[in-house]
T-cell receptor, first 111, second 113 residues
Framework: GENVEQHPSTLSVQEGDSAVIKCTYS??????FPWYKQELGKGPQLIIDIRSNVGEKKDQRIAVTLNKTAKHFSLHITETQPEDSAVYFCAVSGNTGKLIFGQGTTLQVKP | KAGVTQTPRYLIKTRGQQVTLSCSPI?????VSWYQQTPGQGLQFLFE???????NKGNFPGRFSGRQFSNSRSEMNVSTLELGDSALYLC????????????FGPGTRLLVL
């Protein structure tokens, strides 16, 4: 079945620095790639998503890039702030819409 | 618009009991998916409902079941609870297809003793 690998599992950066989280997937039929942010005690919150006909998408300080040939996609956060500290999950889905999640990355932004 | 709501938020049960969790999707959303989140297994898909029909199912035993009502509200039931069922159960809704953006609720934290 579909498998999603997410790296790193933990990431610590200084406020103002950039953070990059990478995911690789196995099913070439996957066509939807969302990223979620989960804060303590809350459900995952969608922060950005990309579909297979687009290579890059940006929303203010957040960007996602997709390489379908290599089957990997990445989340880029620039000018990190303490409130960016959370667990980030990548996910993939194909035609069924079932989301397969990566293992999560705990991002700590130090003031 | 109000977001996805889930009730109850916290639940404590003992082994062998059964439990029912409820999810109200975003107004106008017709697809509801359920996920289990544990520290060891991460986020795993349970099942998805649309128009009161289960369209997709994950790899969970038959003790896990669900249903959807005509107003798109959904419930999931776990029978004969095991210690390993302790988890955060998350509900997500999307307009029509789960391929569209899925919006998650806050989850129900279930502890099985």
């Amino acid at each position: 079945g579909e498998n999603v690998e997410q790296h790193p599992s933990t990431l610590s950066v200084q406020e103002g620095d950039s953070a990059v989280i990478k995911c690789t997937y196995s099913d070439s039929a996957s066509n939807y790639f969302p990223w979620y942010k989960q804060e303590l005690g809350k459900g995952p919150q969608l922060i950005i998503d990309i579909r297979s006909n687009v290579g890059e998408k940006k929303d203010q300080r957040i960007a996602v890039t997709l390489n379908k040939t290599a089957k990997h996609f990445s989340l880029h956060i620039t000018e990190t702030q303490p409130e960016d500290s959370a667990v980030y999950f990548c996910a993939v889905s194909g035609n069924t819409g079932k989301l397969i999640f990566g293992q999560g990355t705990t991002l700590q932004v130090k003031p | 618009k109000a977001g996805v709501t889930q009730t109850p938020r916290y639940l404590i049960k003992t082994r062998g009991q059964q439990v029912t969790l409820s999810c109200s999707p975003i107004s106008g959303h017709r697809s509801v998916s359920w996920y289990q989140q544990t520290p060891g297994q991460g986020l795993q898909f349970l099942f998805e409902y649309f128009s009161e029909t289960q369209r997709n199912k994950g790899n969970f035993p038959g003790r896990f079941s669900g249903r959807q009502f005509s107003n798109s509200r959904s419930e999931m039931n776990v029978s004969t609870l095991e210690l390993g069922d302790s988890a955060l159960y998350l509900c997500a809704s999307s307009p029509i297809d789960p391929e569209e953006t899925q919006y998650f609720g806050p989850g129900t934290r279930l502890l099985v003793l």
